[in-house]
């Protein structure tokens, strides 16, 4: 399998505020790059850099629940708007506005009938999810 694309990381005061996904050119901090690129060959379940995790209360709520979903697995846009009190349609909005793919891995929530959506394209998500699926 190869990556999609390029990755950009930008930090603030030592800690990682965003991650895009299909950037024009890989750059960031390299023990940070370096982590992203261990988990996309397979060799890293989690990360250990620090974040500063920017969002409205729900954003991060959503966020927060998503991140419990373990490696190699996915859950729907239903199950995390059950267990939040809200609907699948706003899950995917906080979702879409999510500042750090692959750390808070809203790869792994999908639609009842397919893949759902994703911010770096539907490419990145295929990817993402068959490598945990792969590795897991």
Known sequence: ????????????????????????????????????????????????FQVEIRGTPFQK????????????ETKTYSEIAKKLGT???????????????LYIPCHRVVSKKGLGGFSAGLEWKKYLIDLERFRK
């Open 61 to 72: 709520r959503v966020w927060e629940e998503v991140r419990k979903i373990p490696y190699g």
């Open 1 to 48: 399998m190869r990556v999609p694309g390029n990755i950009s990381v930008q930090t603030e005061n030592g800690k990682v505020v965003k991650i895009i996904l299909g950037s024009n050119e890989t750059e960031g901090p390299e023990e940070i790059l370096r982590e992203i690129e261990e988990y996309l060959s397979g060799q890293r379940k989690s990360f250990s």
């Open 87 to 101: 609907s699948p349609r706003a899950v995917g909005q906080a979702l879409s506005k999510n500042p750090l793919p």
